[in-house]
């Protein structure tokens, strides 16, 4: 197997159309507008988050994590604030090679470097790939959840 060689780094804005398209592939059903809030949010700099990137010889993205600090109470948590890994994924014809594990320990870093104890994560229930993944990289789960939502009408008078 030939070497795999990716750099890993913050993004900077000439990563958002890759950006946009790894996010994409992660989480096919969310809306464009729903991405580019998102997107907003993890870079503004009252954020205090960090989007890493994985960056191909040729210049394009090949994966990233995406790192906020969550401020109110985490399930299984002990500390807060906590880091916490909003997004880790790793193109297809990528994996396998160490990328992942890569963006994961930048990521560790990153938060060790703030003074982080802990660095949560969730997964989709349904996403068995991703809850082998992370028990392989030394997440422990903690709980299992169905999160509700109910949409209220607002009265207008």
Known sequence: MTKFIMDIRSAIPKDKSEWVRLRHALWPDCSPER???EM???TAP???GVVLVAVRTNGSLGGFAE???RRDHVDGAASVPIAYLEGWYVDPDARGRGIGRELLAAAEQWAVARSFTELA???ELVNQE???THLACGFTETCRAVHF???LKINSR
Do not use: M, N, T, Y
């Open 35 to 37: 991405h580019a809030l």
């Open 40 to 42: 907003a949010q993890l």
């Open 46 to 48: 009252e954020s205090g």
């Open 67 to 69: 790192v906020s600090i």
């Open 121 to 123: 994560s969730d997964a």
């Open 130 to 132: 991703s809850i082998r």
């Open 149 to 151: 939502v109910k949409k």
